[in-house]
């Protein structure tokens, strides 16, 4: 089945794309906030984690649909 | 002194069982090369095959079985796990050797009056299946029940073997004295930070009920997702990036939060605050459906985390074998060891998400709030 394969490559792909996009606007904000105030680096860095570990959730989700649709 | 010899014998190991997959594979490509030697050597001796199946070898890797191999370099066996049916005439038990190793549903194997084929890891009728079925395409009906002492669940002893061994020293060294020494001083502080900065900082002044959890469940991730990233038998497995697994913790941690859920946390869920009349009927049925979603999330970034790691470094070593080009194999070596040091990084950090994320849902479970 050629063209649900190629269905699930672009899915998945365009899941990385948005996953990329929004764990690097994570990274990016976090990295802002931490250097106007090191001393909330700890926290911050739990909030990084957690709202990152939610995007690659739903990149995760893609990945997981793609893998069915093959 | 001891420290030294101990790191010397360890990385004896890994040399002394690099070198030997290398000589049985006739490659000679670097230190890179020979980790990827091993690591495709070991999951199946696919390489020497004329038609060589990168698919194939990595879905054996991915997928549980019957049999636990072992080929290590001076010992070289299959252990035949019992299988343990649950059929149409009750229950079954025998050894998987009775397949002979067959995987295509061609040896059948007659107890308690019925007939079994093995097709890959799935154990069906015999009557019930025609021949060459795939294995995706056996329905229920076809198979009987199977509650064998898989691959799987081999590696889930071990991993408990481990972390009993492991967490009783350091039980030990604080009944003993009070200053932790050995091992228990490496585990202290990992103890204390999912104490202080996970549990207390998420869940709240109620977090002390909930902290023997959160350490199990934290533990057996990180011991299980380690020990899978070991190249060699009988480590090497792929535990936690079984979705069955994930499937179970999720479900645990399903049932933690929503046995311990407030008057304020089902408040929150079926009558939310602070929304207009008209909408709360929609917003609650969000909130239903996100009870499900949560731990459905768990389970799913867990296995698809561990399952792609997996996937991804036995990819770049099957490049080495598919191109047949001297050019590969330093790529493919540099490849695999960036992806070994970055899934280390996703092996603890997957186990401290999961148990941040279970404990900022027990949070919301447990918080009292005036409104």
Partial sequence: MPVASIGAGVGAGLAAIGAGIGIGRIGGSSLEAAARQPELYGKLFTLMIVAAALVEGVAFFAVVVAMGAK | MAKHIFKFLVLAIFLVGYNNLQAQHGHHEGDAQHEAAATAHEEGQAGEDAKYDPTELINHHISDSHDYKFDLPFFEKTFHLPVILWTKNGLTVFSSGAFEGDEHGEKVVEKNGQKFVRIHDIIAYKDAVKEHTKPEDIAMSQRPLDFSITKNVVSLFLTFLALFIVLMLVKKSYTDKKVPKGIASFIEPLIVFIRDDVAKENIGPKYEKFVPFLLTVFFFILFANL?????????????????????????????????????????????????????????????????????????????????????????????????????????????????????????????????????????????????
């Fill in chain 2, 227 to 371: 020990f899978g990233l070991i190249p060699f038998s009988p480590f090497g497995y792929n535990l936690t990036g079984n979705i069955l697994v994930t499937f179970v913790l999720a479900i645990i941690v399903f049932i933690i939060t929503n046995l311990h859920g407030t008057k304020d946390y089902w408040l929150h869920i079926l009558w939310p605050p602070g929304v207009p009349v008209i909408l709360k009927p929609f917003i609650a049925l969000i909130e239903l459906l996100g009870i499900f979603t949560k731990p459905f999330a768990l389970m799913i970034r867990l296995f698809a985390n561990i399952f792609a790691g997996h996937t991804i470094i036995l990819t770049f070593v099957t490049m080495i074998f598919v191109a047949k080009s001297w050019s590969v194999p330093p790529l493919a070596g540099f490849a695999t060891i960036f992806m070994y040091i970055s899934e280390l990084l996703v092996a603890f950090l997957q186990a401290y998400v999961f148990t941040l994320l279970s404990a900022i849902y027990f949070g919301m479970a447990v918080k009292e709030e005036a409104h």
